[in-house]
C-alpha cells in the first residue's frame, strides 16, 4: 500500500522558520508535491520535486531524498497568512494517481 | 470566468437518494480528478480521468459512478447515498505529460447525507 506521515500540527512565531516534514511508503513514486490549504478553502499548488534536492520558490522551499523516501517543506519569513494546511502527496508510478498525506496544521502567532 | 468550477457548492440529502456533483474545467486540461476531504484524512481520491471516455478507480471508489464524455466535464455520481459520504468533494484538474504535478483544484462541494 501507499501512506505518508507528516505532522499533525506544527506552531511558529511570524517572522521565523518552520520545517514539515514528511515521509511516504509507495510501491512506486514518481514525485512530490506539496499543497497549502486555507480554511474553508480548496487547495492549491505550492511546489514539486522530481529529483533529490532543494527547490525554491520565494519564501517556501521543498527539498526531496529518494533514498531515504523523505522530503521537507520550509517555510521562511513566517507571516500570518500562512497559517493553514499543508499536504504532501505523491505521484506513483504510473503517473497520475496521486496519494495525500493527511495534512500539518501550521499555526503562526504574532 | 476560466477555471475550475463545482456545483453545487452546499448540498443535503437523504440516505438512498442519488446525487450527482458536477465539474466544469475551462482549460481542455486531460486529467481531472475527484477527492473527498474529512477531518483527518487530508483527500482521498475516488476517481481520475486520463481523457475523455477514460476513468479509473482511486482509493475509495465505492458507492461511486463518474463519467466523461467531454474533456471539460466529469460529474461524479453517488448511486444510493449514505451518511458515511457525508463530506466536502473537490474536483480537480491538470495537464497531461511528465512535467510538474500541479493539480487545480475547484471551490469544493460540502455534502451532506442525512
Known amino acids: 500500500g501507499q501512506s505518508l506521515e507528516q505532522p499533525s500540527e506544527v506552531t511558529a512565531v511570524e517572522g521565523a522558520i518552520v520545517q514539515i516534514n514528511c515521509t511516504y511508503q509507495?510501491?512506486?513514486?514518481?514525485?512530490l508535491s506539496w499543497y497549502q490549504q486555507h480554511d474553508g478553502g480548496a487547495p492549491t499548488f505550492l511546489s514539486y520535486n522530481a529529483l533529490d534536492g532543494l527547490e525554491e520558490t520565494g519564501r517556501f522551499s521543498s527539498f526531496l531524498s529518494r533514498s531515504d523516501s523523505y522530503g521537507y517543506l520550509l517555510l521562511q519569513e513566517l507571516q500570518m497568512k500562512d497559517s493553514a494546511s499543508y499536504f504532501c502527496?505523491?505521484?506513483?508510478?504510473?503517473?497520475?494517481?496521486?496519494?495525500f498525506g493527511a495534512g500539518t496544521r501550521l499555526f503562526v502567532k504574532a | 470566468d476560466a477555471g475550475i468550477t463545482q456545483s453545487p457548492r452546499y448540498k443535503i440529502t437523504e440516505t438512498g437518494r442519488q446525487v450527482t456533483l458536477m465539474c466544469h474545467q475551462t482549460?481542455?486540461?486531460?486529467?481531472m480528478f475527484w477527492y473527498r476531504q474529512d477531518l483527518g484524512h487530508g483527500l482521498r481520491l475516488i476517481y481520475y480521468s486520463a481523457a475523455a471516455d477514460i476513468t479509473d478507480k482511486g482509493e475509495v471508489s465505492d458507492g461511486y459512478v463518474v463519467s466523461r464524455s467531454k474533456t471539460e466535464n466529469f460529474p461524479l455520481t453517488l448511486e444510493s447515498a449514505t451518511r458515511s459520504q457525508t463530506s466536502v468533494y473537490f474536483c480537480a484538474s491538470s495537464t497531461a505529460g511528465t512535467g510538474g504535478n500541479e493539480q487545480f483544484f475547484g471551490p469544493g462541494t460540502r455534502l451532506t447525507v442525512l
Open positions: 482549460w481542455s486540461h486531460s486529467y
Open positions: 509507495t510501491s512506486g513514486f514518481y514525485g
Open positions: 502527496a505523491v505521484r506513483d508510478a504510473g503517473g497520475f494517481k496521486t496519494i
